[in-house]
T-cell receptor, first 114, second 114 residues
Framework: GAGVSQSPSNKVTEKGKDVELRCDPI?????LYWYRQSLGQGLEFLIY????????KSGLPSDRFSAERTGGSVSTLTIQRTQQEDSAVYLC????????????FGPGTRLLVL | KQEVTQIPAALSVPEGENLVLNCSFT??????LQWFRQDPGKGLTSLLL?????REQTSGRLNASLDKSSGRSTLYIAASQPGDSATYLC?????????????FGKGTLLTVNP
């Protein structure tokens, strides 16, 4: 069956522009997660959704970052007024529910801010 | 602060060698520990998951061990092959209210030379 998909796969933008990153989780998965993988920083948790609610936004690095999830399915991560330090790979994962052991990861979106 | 450390950062071995990748974590109150593989430009593939009550898990040529008291896990790869070349990531879910969040190490880049 289909796994987690993300779009775009690559995004190049200019400093100060807004970007939207999309994640399509596995059908039926109620939990969705965003992580960021920066050069030299490793993978860092950004936000967790259960259904359409985000009980944990603690990893969002600044108020320029926001995310939403609609219909318990697709999620969008928005970065406003992008900065060069936002350049990273943004990974999305989903799991059947919060207590599920396995998170399934998408291929990621590679963001480069010039 | 709950941290996960992986040593070495990079490892190069000739084909056929057995090898060990190391992971250490600062808080022994873990929910489970998971080893992932990441190929260039791809997402994460789960290799092995060890529950906090378990000591090891095996899958094919891979064996992962867990020692909570010392805060360590190892991933043993037997008879390495060039196709094993990838970055290997260790991730911990800690017990408590945030047991949905994965805390990652920075990974070990493995190169298996033919």
């Amino acid at each position: 069956g289909a796994g987690v998909s993300q779009s775009p796969s690559n995004k190049v933008t200019e400093k100060g522009k807004d970007v939207e990153l999309r994640c399509d989780p596995i059908s039926g998965h109620t939990a969705l997660y965003w992580y960021r993988q920066s050069l030299g920083q490793g993978l860092e948790f950004l936000i967790y959704f259960q259904g359409n609610s985000a009980p944990d936004k603690s990893g969002l690095p600044s108020d320029r970052f926001s995310a939403e999830r609609t219909g318990g399915s697709v999620s969008t991560l928005t970065i406003q007024r992008t900065q060069q330090e936002d350049s990273a790979v943004y990974l999305c994962a989903s799991s059947l529910n919060r207590g599920s052991e396995t998170q399934y990861f998408g291929p990621g979106t590679r963001l480069l801010v010039l | 602060k709950q941290e996960v450390t992986q040593i070495p950062a990079a490892l190069s071995v000739p084909e056929g060698e057995n090898l060990v990748l190391n992971c250490s974590f600062t808080d022994s109150a873990i929910y489970n520990l998971q080893w992932f593989r990441q190929d260039p430009g791809k997402g994460l593939t789960s290799l092995l998951l060890i529950q906090s009550s378990q000591r090891e898990q095996t899958s094919g040529r891979l064996n992962a061990s867990l020692d909570k008291s010392s805060g360590r896990s190892t991933l043993y790869i037997a008879a390495s092959q060039p196709g094993d070349s990838a970055t290997y990531l260790c991730a911990v879910k800690y017990s408590g209210g945030s047991n949905y969040k994965l805390t990652f190490g920075k990974g070990t880049l493995l190169t298996v030379n033919p």
